[in-house]
C-alpha cells in the first residue's frame, strides 16, 4: 500500500505539474521575466498548491500518526542560517538560467529529452557535490 | 489549453497530491530530495517508484496534450549543465526546491521555507532580467 501511495503520489504530482504547464521553461521563464513580458499563470499554480495544501495541513494537526505510517516525518528545522541562503541563491540562479527546476527538469526527459539530458545529468553531479561535500566534512 | 483553468487544476492536483502523501506517509513532497534519497541513499525502491511516477506522469501529459507555448528550441549543453549543477548544488545546500520548500513549506508556514522562497524566487527574477 506504501509503495502503491508513493507510486501515485509521483503520477499525480507529474500530471500536476504538466497541466499546470510548470514542465515547459518557456512558461516558467516567462513567469520570471516580470520586467519583460510577464506570464502569472505560475502565481495561480502556487496560490492554489498551497492553499489545498494548508488545508492538507490542519487535517494534520487534528492526527496523531499518519494512515500508513507510525509517525509524522514532516521537517522541524526553523533556524535560518548561510547554508539555506546561499543554497536558495543557488538554485536560483540556475532555475532562472534554464527555467528548470528539479520536477520539471526531470520530466523533460520524456518531453525535451536533448535538454533534459544535459540538466539532469548535471543535475545528479551539482547534488552528488553536496552529497560528497557534507560526508567529506563531516569526518 | 486554458490560461486561467489549467494552472488553477494543475496547482489544485499538486497541492492534492501533496496532502494525500502527507496524511498517508507522513513526509513532505520535495523532488530535489527524493532525487537525492534515490541516489545515495541505502533504501531506493520507494525513491525510485516517485521520481518513475513523475517522469511517466509528466511526460504523458506532455505527449497526449496541445501545449499553448512551444518549448524553447533546443538551448545550448554548456546553458543546461551550469544550470543543473547550480540547480543540483543548490537545492541540497539550501535543503529544498520549488516543491519543498515553495509549495510544502509555505503550506506549513514555515520560516525557513518562507524565506527560502523569497530568495530563490528574487535571484531566479534577477537572473532572468540580467541574461535578457
Given amino acids: ?139 | 489549453m486554458d490560461t486561467i483553468f489549467n494552472p488553477l487544476a494543475g496547482g489544485l492536483l499538486i497541492g492534492l497530491t501533496a496532502t494525500i502523501y502527507l496524511l498517508a506517509i507522513g513526509k513532505v513532497i520535495g523532488i530535489s530530495g527524493i532525487l537525492s534519497q534515490l541516489l545515495f541513499n541505502k533504501e531506493r525502491f520507494l525513491p525510485f517508484l516517485f521520481i518513475a511516477g513523475l517522469i511517466v506522469g509528466g511526460g504523458a501529459y506532455g505527449i497526449l496534450t496541445e501545449k499553448t507555448v512551444a518549448f524553447p528550441e533546443t538551448r545550448s549543453p554548456i546553458l543546461l549543465i551550469v544550470s543543473g549543477l547550480l540547480v543540483g548544488y543548490g537545492t541540497r545546500l539550501g535543503g529544498g526546491c520549488t516543491s519543498g520548500h515553495g509549495v510544502c513549506g509555505i503550506s506549513r508556514l514555515s520560516p525557513r521555507s518562507i524565506i527560502a522562497t523569497l530568495i530563490f524566487m528574487a535571484a531566479a527574477i534577477i537572473t532572468v532580467a540580467v541574461l535578457n
Avoid at chain 1, 543557488?90 to 533534459?116: D, H, K, M, Q, R
Wanted: net charge positive; proline share 5%.
Fill in chain 1, 1 to 139: 500500500m506504501y509503495a502503491i501511495v508513493t507510486l501515485a503520489a509521483g503520477l499525480l504530482f507529474g500530471l500536476g505539474l504538466a497541466f499546470s504547464e510548470m514542465t515547459n521553461p518557456t512558461v516558467v521563464l516567462g513567469f520570471l521575466d516580470i520586467f519583460g513580458e510577464w506570464n502569472p499563470s505560475l502565481i495561480i499554480v502556487m496560490a492554489s498548491a498551497i492553499t489545498v495544501g494548508m488545508i492538507g495541513y490542519a487535517v494534520k494537526r487534528k492526527r496523531m500518526a499518519p494512515m500508513l505510517a507510525s509517525k509524522w516525518q514532516v521537517p522541524t528545522l526553523r533556524h535560518i542560517d548561510s547554508k539555506l541562503i546561499i543554497g536558495s541563491s543557488l538554485f536560483g540562479i540556475g532555475w532562472g538560467i534554464s527555467g528548470y527546476c528539479p520536477g520539471p527538469g526531470l520530466t523533460a526527459l520524456v518531453n525535451n529529452p536533448s535538454e533534459g539530458f544535459y540538466f539532469v545529468a548535471a543535475l545528479i553531479v551539482g547534488s552528488g557535490l553536496h552529497y560528497f561535500q557534507t560526508r567529506i566534512t563531516q569526518k
